[in-house]
């Protein structure tokens, strides 16, 4: 009768103006409100509480950034337009009457981008042998491949090396500048120098099927071109031997006009033929030089040597972390002073909960126990 005469009485008195109470969520017949000047009691009260659980992510952020933290190399590159073989086509087109307009030729930014990342270019990246520093800036160097370098281990060398791909994947990373026409392969590893050399690898790479891709098609348009010319050669000499033919049989051709549309008749068709083999010639020629050529077909803007550096801000993330403390610690703070409060109360809901954590530790420490009487019992009814 007490406790409900003073519930009724506090609910019929007025709170002055300008007081707000928070409530915090949890379903108890009293209910607690929560004061801004409570909250503060609360911080000054577990000052150390909110200090330790601060300084200990700070601390842990630190050391996992030092522990973490790698190297990211850049790189970036622009492709060079295929302009020789797009310009013996659009000759060669407007030898018969078509414009053909601007043909940039080459291929497209997504196809220099799928290279440096593509399976084939990281499996030769993952054998290549490399030399890397020990440390930044140190003269103890170790050699081998990147399989080695990352200790990557596996049943079989074959695991191993799709093991390492795998991983080579996950290091490097390709965007691209359409409006720019520009490429760039970041790398990132634990070793500046590993991050650089292996940029570097991949752009080599990368040309080097670009490069080989380039001589197979000048090698297929050498082949085609010579099919064309020995067809144009034959239809020339018979176009130029009937020509030959006419001015034998025909001495006095300014007579007869029949026989002047005639000889200009066959005098445009050796016109024609000549101009074609000519163009062929050309684009002969030109196609062994494409064939032949081992210049690079990229233009390194961005070199990746020099360009590592370090990934992970050391005082950011110790800031970062040290605020989550503070709140996890703010937290850990309400938590414990509802708990005391609760258990001085002797609330039904926080008995009920000290006979349920009572219950769950002696589960879990009778669980070994549990589990190493049924190992037992399993080898005593299969013995070996």
Known sequence: MDNEQSKNDN???????????????????????????????????????????????????????????????????????NQPTASSLAGLASQFGFNVGTMSGGPSL???????????????????????AMVPDG????????????????????????????????????????????????????????????????????????????????????????????????????AENALRR???????VERSPRLLVEQGRLQRRVDFLQQVYLTLAQSYERARLEQARDTPLITVIDAPEGSAKKTGRLVVSVIVAGMLGGILGLVHSIVKDYMASQRAAASPEYLEFAQLRATAVKDLTALPRAIAATARSKQRSHPS
Do not use: C
Not at 173 to 192: E, L, M, N, Q, R
């Open 11 to 81: 609910q019929g008195v007025e709170r002055p103006p300008g007081v707000i109470e928070y409530v915090l969520p949890y379903n108890d017949a009293e209910g607690v409100a929560l004061s801004p000047v409570a909250l503060l009691n609360t911080l000054l009260r577990h000052r150390r509480l909110l200090v330790t659980w601060a300084l200990v992510l700070a601390l842990v952020a630190g050391v996992l950034t030092l522990l973490m933290r790698k190297y990211r190399a850049e790189a970036s590159f622009s492709p060079q337009s």
């Open 110 to 132: 997504d196809f220099y981008a799928a290279i440096a990342n593509s399976r084939a270019t990281l499996t030769v990246a993952a054998t290549t042998r490399y030399r890397v």
């Open 139 to 238: 003269r103890d160097t170790v050699e081998g491949t990147l399989i080695e370098l990352l200790r990557v281990s596996g049943s079989t060398p074959l695991d191993r090396l799709q093991r390492t791909v795998k991983k080579l994947d996950g290091m490097v990373s390709v965007t691209k500048d359409a409006d720019a026409g520009i490429v760039t392969v970041t790398v990132t590893a634990k070793s500046p120098s590993l991050a650089e050399q292996l940029d570097r690898r991949l752009l080599a790479l990368v040309n080097e099927v670009n490069l080989s891709q380039h001589q197979a098609q000048a090698a297929a348009e050498r082949e085609f071109v010579v099919g064309r010319l020995d067809e144009v050669r034959m239809e020339l000499d018979g």
């Open 246 to 252: 006419f001015f034998e049989e025909n001495r006095a």
